[in-house]
């Protein structure tokens, strides 16, 4: 059972634009919501993360969106450059138990055109 | 948040014979994970590995393929054994602290020939 759906798979953005990638979720056990960029080669780097607690959280140039009526979250990044043009992973997991594993989605992969 | 040296960080092996990848944490951490990544996917979960109990398995992972130590507080190893192509993928370490910060070490890229 996929616990952490995301998309698109893939997206292709102009520079300057605005890159938008969508993950929704089922577990509502969840109360931690990371997104990982990766490049490759490289392993995953922890981009910016969210807890339900709030709705918003940006950090420089990427906006993490929550609603969790909706069991949805998603990843914003503004004026997206070239060196944006990585994979994106988000994911999930019940970070006060004392699992702690983390549930990826699929993966979305970022190409930012000059 | 924690620091992960992972090693080899590539290998090219033949069939049937078996892999150790280490991973060392620049401090003490109560629970390591491993992760697999096949080409061109997303993460998927092996195991969890606490110091000084027995490792927890995912569906669809067992001991004898993927055996794990976790003989400290910052090292652990994991084995890939009796190897066919189908192992051929990057395996990531990952480690949490200070509640909810993940950290990835580099991977290793396995080819199994």
């Known amino acids: 059972q996929q616990q952490v759906k995301q998309s698109p798979q893939s997206l292709i953005v102009q520079k300057g634009g605005i890159s938008i990638i969508n993950c929704a979720y089922e577990n509502t056990a969840f109360d931690y919501f990371p997104w990982y960029q990766q490049f490759p080669g490289k392993g995953p780097a922890l981009l910016i993360a969210i807890r339900p607690d709030v709705s918003e959280k940006k950090e420089g140039r990427f906006t993490i969106s929550f609603n969790k009526s909706a069991k949805q979250f998603s990843l914003h990044i503004m004026d997206s450059q070239p060196g944006d043009s990585a994979t994106y992973f988000c994911?999930?997991?019940?970070?006060?138990?004392?699992?702690?594993?983390?549930?990826f989605g699929q993966g979305t992969t970022l190409q930012v055109k000059p | 948040s924690a620091v992960i040296s992972q090693k080899p960080s590539r290998d090219i092996c033949q069939r049937g014979t078996s892999l150790t990848i280490q991973c060392q944490v620049d401090s003490q951490v109560t629970m390591m994970f491993w992760y697999r990544q096949q080409p061109g996917q997303s993460l998927t979960l092996i195991a969890t590995a606490n110091q000084g109990s027995e490792a927890t398995y995912e569906s669809g992972f067992v001991i004898d393929k993927f055996p794990i130590s976790r003989p400290n507080l910052t090292f652990s190893t994991l084995t890939v054994s009796n190897m066919s192509p189908e192992d051929s993928s990057i395996y990531l370490c990952?480690?949490?602290?200070?509640?909810?910060?993940?950290?990835f070490g580099s991977g290793t890229r396995l080819t199994v020939v």
């Open positions: 990952s480690t949490q602290r200070g509640g909810y910060g993940y950290t």
């Open positions: 994911a999930a997991s019940k970070g006060s138990s004392n699992t702690g594993k983390l549930i």
